[in-house]
Nanobody, 127 residues
Framework: QLQLVESGGGLVQPGGSLRLSCAAS????????IGWFRQAPGKGREGVSC????????KYADSVKGRFTISRDNAKNTVYLQMNSLKPEDTAVYYC????????????????????WGQGTQVTVSS
């Protein structure tokens, strides 16, 4: 059974940092591009970042560019999202998702085509 499990969320003060992890089980992430998405209360789901299956391509939403870093460790079957300089507007439930692709250099910031999703992890940025 394909499964993604996010961890690392929590409560942090503005300016603080968190590292989210997305661990896969039941399949290898080697041929999957991974996206991180978030959904704040009363808002739609938005793409935060993505990384290609090779790790060579990454993308970020303008709102997190320069503050967030996505990375992957295929040996550990895990993708990470390092979040620095957190702001209250980063408060949301964060989800990781996997999408198979034959093109190792591509990644996607829209949720269309992502077939496997984690359960989400809450990130709250507040003083």
């Amino acid at each position: 059974q394909l499964q993604l499990v996010e961890s690392g969320g929590g409560l942090v003060q503005p300016g603080g940092s968190l590292r989210l992890s997305c661990a896969a089980s039941g399949f290898t992430l080697d041929y999957f591009t991974i996206g991180w998405f978030r959904q704040a209360p009363g808002k739609g789901r938005e793409g935060v970042s993505c990384i290609s299956s090779s790790g060579g391509t990454t993308k970020y939403a303008d709102s997190v560019k320069g503050r967030f870093t996505i990375s992957r460790d295929n040996a550990k079957n895990t993708v990470y999202l390092q979040m620095n300089s957190l702001k209250p507007e980063d408060t949301a439930v964060y989800y990781c998702a996997a999408r198979w692709t034959s093109v190792q250099a591509m990644c996607f910031m829209t949720s269309l085509g992502f077939g496997s999703w984690g359960q989400g992890t809450q990130v709250t940025v507040s003083s």
